[in-house]
């Protein structure tokens, strides 16, 4: 039988206030990033379940239900960190300056079209690893070459910033299991 924890919208809209009160804007209020990528239509929800869409159960995160816990715990720590913020409106930034023609040496077919621009990756790169490091780049390969859930909706470099911050946080959900599990 289903209960509300088979679903992780309802998980994380039953367990906002008990988990991460710091969200729910009753106490310290949602975190500045959290609010920018909401108002840019990604939310908390977003970033979880997409995390889940390439979930494979690992030693202390055996199902879904545990990885929710945890990666709200990492998406939490994540989004308040001052130089992720700063990475991952660089990239929404860099993104709006390319669709205008802004960018030097960047037409804007060559933007729509891609070829020969890696940047987008390498930013995502950057925030994967600065949150979990080597680890934290292995999974953004994996949610890059697939891009699930809303990192298919995105654009070409929000979606590697937005995939690199859950990326780096799935990363550490499945290190922080496996360190729990070994005591």
């Known amino acids: 039988m289903a209960?509300?924890?088979?679903?992780?919208?309802?998980?994380?809209?039953?367990?906002?206030?008990?988990?991460?009160?710091?969200?729910?804007?009753?106490?310290?209020?949602?975190?500045?990033?959290?609010?920018?990528?909401?108002e840019r239509g990604v939310t908390l929800n977003d970033l979880v379940e997409t995390a889940l869409v390439?979930?494979?159960?690992?030693?202390?995160v055996e199902n879904k239900e545990k990885a929710t816990q945890i990666?709200?715990?990492?998406?939490?720590?994540?989004?308040t960190d001052v130089n992720v913020s700063t990475l991952v409106v660089a990239c929404y930034r860099a993104e709006e300056d390319a669709k205008a023609g802004l960018i030097p040496n960047l037409t804007i077919e060559r933007f729509m079209g891609r070829p020969g621009l890696v940047t987008d990756e390498l930013l995502g790169i950057t925030i994967a690893n600065y949150i979990a490091g080597a680890r934290g780049v292995f999974e953004f390969i994996?949610?890059?070459?697939?891009?699930?859930?809303?990192?298919a909706k995105l654009g070409p470099i929000t979606n590697d910033a937005v995939g690199g911050l859950i990326a780096g946080c799935s990363s550490n959900m499945y290190s922080q299991a496996t360190r729990q599990s070994s005591r």
Do not use: S
């Open 3 to 38: 209960t509300w924890l088979d679903n992780p919208a309802i998980w994380i809209k039953r367990c906002r206030c008990c988990l991460m009160p710091e969200l729910t804007g009753k106490m310290i209020g949602d975190p500045p990033l959290l609010r920018y990528l909401e």
């Open 54 to 60: 390439l979930f494979v159960p690992h030693p202390g």
């Open 71 to 79: 990666i709200l715990d990492q998406f939490r720590d994540a989004l």
């Open 142 to 151: 994996r949610f890059d070459q697939n891009k699930p859930g809303i990192l």
